[in-house]
C-alpha cells in the first residue's frame, strides 16, 4: 500500500557517493552516475479479436554508467582496465592469473557488489541503492585536447551490468 509523502525535500543531484570495495580509486574520482531504469515487456496473448496485453515474468535492467575524471597518474582507468581484460580475453596468462589470485586471497571475485549511497540535505546517507554482481562492461576513451579553454579535467565513463538492484530508504 502506497502512503503520502511527508517530505519536501528534493533528491539532491550532486550529493551521493558510489562505494565499490574492487575499485577504491574510482571511488573517490566519480563526477556522476545514473539511477538506471528497468522495464517489462510485457507478453502478448494472441485472441481471434484482438491482442491482450500481460505482464511479463522477468524484468530487464540498463546499464549502470559512471563518469569518472582521470587522475594524473591515470589510476582509475588502469584499474577498471585491468578488470575488464582480466574478464574478457587477458593476452598472458599473468593477467588472467592475477585475478585468479585476487579471487583467492582477497575474497573478490570476477563480480563486484557496489552501493550508491545518496546523501539527505544535511549531507548524511539517507538512500542506498545496492547493485549485487557488478561487472564491467566498458570503458570509454579519454578526449586529451590542447585547444581547451577552461582547464576542467578530462573524464571517461564505465559502464556497468549487474544482476538486480534494491532500494533502502
Request: a negative charge; one cysteine or more; proline letters at 7%.
Amino acid at each position: 500500500m502506497s502512503t503520502v509523502t511527508t517530505n519536501k525535500n528534493f533528491l539532491s543531484p550532486v550529493e551521493f557517493q558510489l562505494v565499490l570495495s574492487r575499485l577504491p580509486n574510482v571511488e573517490f574520482f566519480i563526477q556522476s552516475a545514473n539511477v538506471p531504469g528497468y522495464n517489462s515487456s510485457g507478453t502478448e496473448l494472441p485472441t481471434p479479436f484482438k491482442i491482450i496485453n500481460e505482464p511479463s515474468d522477468r524484468l530487464t535492467y540498463d546499464d549502470f554508467t559512471v563518469t569518472v575524471i582521470c587522475d594524473e597518474d591515470m589510476t582509475a582507468f588502469r584499474e577498471i582496465s585491468e578488470w575488464l581484460v582480466a574478464l574478457t580475453y587477458p593476452d598472458t596468462f599473468d593477467q588472467y592469473a592475477d585475478l585468479e589470485k585476487e579471487e583467492q586471497g582477497s575474497g573478490r571475485t570476477r563480480k563486484s557488489d557496489a552501493t550508491l549511497v545518496i546523501l539527505n540535505s544535511n549531507k548524511n546517507p539517507h538512500v542506498k541503492i545496492k547493485f549485487t554482481d557488478m561487472f564491467p562492461t566498458a570503458i570509454s576513451g579519454i578526449q586529451l585536447s590542447t585547444s581547451e579553454t577552461d582547464l576542467s579535467p578530462p573524464t571517461f565513463e564505465i559502464t556497468f551490468r549487474y544482476h538486480n538492484y534494491t532500494i533502502e530508504v
